[in-house]
């Protein structure tokens, strides 16, 4: 059964993804990793495996860190959501910055 979460996921956090899936699955082709051998080392079932790399928004998270873990891919994942990385939250930052700074008053 699929979740209100899954249902309405956003388009482009569809294709992003079924990008991910693909991706893994060609870096696993490029290893000529079988798809036997990396549901085993995954600790998944076959079926998983291949909805994985098809971008399947059911799979858990944990699937795909621990596929890119196999693969040698898992370093980059932790500056996904890195503030350098972030445009709008340094803009809104930004945004909230005083306009001037006044020296504190001596009480």
């Known amino acids: 059964m699929k ?5 309405t996921l956003p ?11 693909s991706d893994i699955r060609d870096a ?7 798809t036997e051998t ?3 080392r ?11 790399e ?3 928004p059911s ?3 944990g699937i795909y860190v621990t596929m890119l873990f196999l ?20 803009s809104a930052e930004t945004a909230r910055l005083p306009k001037r700074v006044r020296e504190p008053r001596d009480g």
């Open 54 to 56: 098809a971008g399947d």
């Open 11 to 21: 388009l482009p956090a569809r294709r992003a993804l079924r990008k991910l899936g």
């Open 3 to 7: 979740t209100k979460a899954i249902s």
């Open 28 to 34: 696993r082709k490029r290893r000529r990793i079988r």
């Open 42 to 52: 995954a600790f998944v079932s076959k079926p998983t495996l291949i909805r994985a």
């Open 38 to 40: 990396m549901a085993q």
């Open 71 to 90: 693969l040698g891919m898992v370093d980059r994942l932790a500056d996904l959501a890195d503030a350098r990385h972030d445009v709008i939250g340094q």
């Open 59 to 61: 799979v858990g998270v």
